[in-house]
Each structure stands twice: as C-alpha cells, then as structure tokens.
C-alpha cells in the first residue's frame, strides 16, 4: 500500500525533483562550492514540501471537514517553520525575519497576482466571497500592525530604547497574537469558511485520498528529508553570501518562502486557472495569516526560551513593504471579484519590491 502511495507520486513530474535529494547529500560530503549545495538542497525541498502538503491535504480529507480545517491550519507552513527553526539554531536571525516579510508579501503580492492573472486571462471577471475577503483583509491589516509595534517602539526617542524592553514587548505582542490565532481557530472549528480555516484543494487537484498509513509514512519521510535538506541549505547561506555579495536578507525574502512553498503556490494558480478563484484566494491569503499569526510569534516565543531573543523589529523599507502590500492586496479583494489586470498589477508591485530588496544591504 505504502509502496503504491510512493509509485502515485513518483508520476508526477515536481517529485522528479527528489533526485536532488542524494545530489545535495553528496555535494555536502565533498564539501563542493557552496552555491551548488545551496542550490541542489533548495531545489530537494521543493518537492519534499509538495510532499508534506499532498500527505496533509489527504489526511485532512479523511478526518472530516473540522478536523481537517485545522490540520491545513497547524500543517500549512510546516516547511517553512522548519527552514526558520534551523536558521534561528544557527544563529541567522535576519534571514528568518526576512523570511517572514517574503513570505507575507509573497503570497499576497506574488500568488495572488499570478492566481487573478492566470484565472481572469482564461475565465474573464472572477468573483469569490466578499465578506470572507473583507473580514480576512481586516485581520491582515490587523496582524501586520501588530508586527510593526515593536519596531516602530525601537524608533522612538530617537531609537534611543533598551533591548530588554523590545524583547519584552516582542513577546507581549508575540503572545498575544498568538491568542488571536487559537480563537481565530475556535470560530473555524465552529463555522467553517471563517477566519484562519484552510479549505482543503484535494477534491479538485488529486484525485483520491491516500490510505491513512501512507498519509502517515509521507508525512514523517518528508518531515525528516526536510530537516536534513534545511540543515545543508542554511549552513550553504554564509558562503555563498560572502562568495557572491549577495545579502542575507534578500536569501530569507526570496530564497526561504519559495523553497517553503512553491507546491502550495503552483495549487493556487492551478485551482484559479480552473475557475476556483475562490480557494485559490482563501490559499494564498490563509497562508500570509500562518506566518504572521503563528510561525513568527511561535519563532519569538522558541528562540526565547532557548536563551537568545528573537525581536520583531524589522527595517523601515520592510515596514512600508508589508504595511503596502496588505493594503493594495486588500483593496484588489474587496469588491469580491478579480480580473488579470489586477493580477498583472500585483505580480508587477511584487517584482519591484524584490528589485529593491536585492538591492538593500543586510
């Protein structure tokens, strides 16, 4: 059974890309320039991801629409957590804040655009839930504000603040979004198609739901190949930045969340393409409200108790980026409908922020 669960996803052509899984291992042993361990481990955690995220969407449409919800919900970033969790160990604080701007913006900016653009190109005007879009805008406005309370505290009096106050109000904010995120969960549980809930794509992308020990033996497999991939990648990012001049912080803007979740993102445009701008919408926006609800106030809480703080305190171009970015993608989501143009619109304001950040110096 467990074998025919591998066959079916070795048929696909994303799981090809395993192959790049011994490639990075032997790179690794031989100790082989660091841009092409970088590259092989980045292109292996691709379909690594795929494989969390198809062993997630299966296990969830076996255990009921609720259960299910929150599986999608708790499982939804697990590759990026990962890559994070393993930076912070090794001490790269900046490409792990970076990686939570790129990854908000990427899914708003990026996935959106190219989901309204690929939809409307093929389908014409497209309408999805207004209210869900409303009330989903408000709580990224919401939880983008809350990231930049610490930062624009660090600023003030002339950026003249103690760490120790920033690291306390990180965790205050941290802990208290993170409370968002349980209730958040509470009113999904209750009232599917609510705030945070996660509406599996497996109906319309795969065609049936594996048995539950393949769900289960996918699952740990890639876990496990993910962290062993994120631990070559990210000890590849010191050398490669000093080789190359390229910083850290456009690595974690770029590099992490496309890595984390370029699966996910190919089902998104897939499923608006096919005329379910709706899903496709409720992707790419729940997926922004994990990051910024959960894994970087759970990425604040874990660094602290290991003794060395995490603060969110982000630079003033990411602070503008983000607080822009939920905005246009708010208002291009708020009438209910999208077309390719708005599409184009994002994807072209997404292009122009990851010029810039190529640009800005770590």
């Not at 980045?42 to 076996?62: C, W």
């Not at 969110?312 to 999208?338: C, H, P, Q, T, W």
């Given at each position: 059974?467990?074998?025919?669960?591998?066959?079916?996803?070795?048929?696909?052509?994303?799981?090809?890309?395993?192959?790049?899984?011994?490639?990075?291992?032997?790179?690794?042993?031989?100790?082989?320039?660091?841009?092409?361990?970088?590259?092989?481990?980045?292109?292996?955690?691709?379909?690594?991801?795929?494989?969390?995220?198809?062993?997630?969407?299966?296990?969830?449409?076996?255990?009921?629409?609720?259960?299910?919800?929150?599986?999608?919900?708790?499982?939804?970033?697990?590759?990026?957590?990962?890559?994070?969790?393993?930076?912070?160990?090794?001490?790269?604080?900046?490409?792990?804040?970076?990686?939570?701007?790129?990854?908000?913006?990427?899914?708003?900016?990026?996935?959106?655009?190219?989901?309204?653009?690929?939809?409307?190109?093929?389908?014409?005007?497209?309408?999805?839930?207004?209210?869900?879009?409303?009330?989903?805008?408000?709580?990224?406005?919401?939880?983008?504000?809350?990231?930049?309370?610490?930062?624009?505290?660090?600023?003030?009096?002339?950026?003249?603040?103690?760490?120790?106050?920033?690291?306390?109000?990180?965790?205050?904010?941290?802990?208290?979004?993170?409370?968002?995120?349980?209730?958040?969960?509470?009113?999904?549980?209750?009232?599917?198609?609510?705030?945070?809930?996660?509406?599996?794509?497996?109906?319309?992308?795969?065609?049936?739901?594996?048995?539950?020990?393949?769900?289960?033996?996918?699952?740990?497999?890639?876990?496990?190949?993910?962290?062993?991939?994120?631990?070559i990648l990210v000890s590849r990012v010191g050398p490669v930045?000093?080789?190359?001049?390229?910083?850290?912080?456009?690595?974690?803007?770029?590099l992490v969340p496309i890595v984390g979740n370029v699966a996910?993102?190919?089902?998104?445009?897939?499923?608006?393409?096919?005329?379910?701008?709706?899903?496709?919408?409720?992707?790419?926006?729940?997926?922004?409200?994990?990051?910024?609800?959960?894994?970087?106030?759970?990425?604040?809480?874990?660094?602290?108790?290991?003794?060395?703080?995490?603060?969110?305190?982000?630079?003033?171009?990411?602070?503008?980026?983000?607080?822009?970015?939920?905005?246009?993608?708010?208002?291009?989501?708020?009438?209910?409908?999208?077309?390719?143009?708005?599409?184009?619109?994002?994807?072209?304001?997404?292009?122009?922020?990851?010029?810039?950040?190529?640009?800005?110096?770590?």
């Amino acid at each position: 059974m467990i074998r025919r669960g591998i066959a079916a996803l070795l048929r696909k052509p994303l799981y090809w890309l395993l192959l790049a899984i011994p490639a990075a291992i032997v790179l690794d042993v031989l100790e082989a320039p660091a841009l092409w361990g970088l590259a092989a481990s980045a292109v292996a955690m691709v379909p690594l991801a795929g494989m969390v995220g198809e062993a997630t969407e299966s296990l969830a449409a076996q255990t009921g629409p609720r259960l299910g919800g929150l599986l999608n919900a708790t499982l939804g970033n697990a590759a990026e957590l990962i890559i994070t969790i393993v930076a912070i160990r090794e001490g790269l604080l900046e490409l792990v804040k970076a990686s939570i701007t790129g990854s908000i913006l990427g899914n708003l900016l990026f996935v959106l655009g190219a989901s309204m653009l690929a939809g409307g190109l093929r389908n014409g005007i497209q309408s999805f839930d207004r209210k869900k879009a409303l009330s989903d805008g408000i709580m990224l406005v919401l939880a983008v504000t809350a990231l930049a309370i610490p930062s624009l505290f660090s600023q003030t009096q002339g950026g003249i603040v103690e760490a120790l106050q920033v690291e306390i109000l990180s965790l205050g904010v941290a802990a208290l979004m993170m409370v968002l995120y349980i209730l958040g969960l509470v009113m999904s549980l209750r009232n599917q198609g609510s705030l945070l809930s996660r509406p599996s794509a497996e109906p319309i992308v795969h065609a049936k739901a594996w048995p539950l020990s393949v769900s289960i033996a996918v699952l740990t497999v890639a876990t496990v190949g993910l962290v062993w991939m994120s631990e070559i990648l990210v000890s590849r990012v010191g050398p490669v930045v000093a080789e190359l001049g390229i910083s850290e912080f456009f690595l974690g803007v770029i590099l992490v969340p496309i890595v984390g979740n370029v699966a996910e993102h190919l089902v998104a445009v897939t499923v608006a393409h096919k005329n379910q701008m709706g899903l496709s919408f409720e992707i790419a926006v729940g997926s922004s409200m994990q990051i910024a609800l959960f894994v970087a106030p759970a990425l604040v809480i874990r660094r602290r108790s290991q003794g060395h703080p995490l603060t969110l305190v982000f630079n003033s171009f990411e602070l503008i980026a983000l607080v822009g970015g939920v905005m246009i993608a708010a208002l291009a989501s708020a009438d209910g409908e999208s077309n390719w143009l708005e599409g184009a619109e994002l994807v072209a304001l997404y292009l122009m922020l990851a010029l810039a950040f190529f640009f800005l110096p770590s």
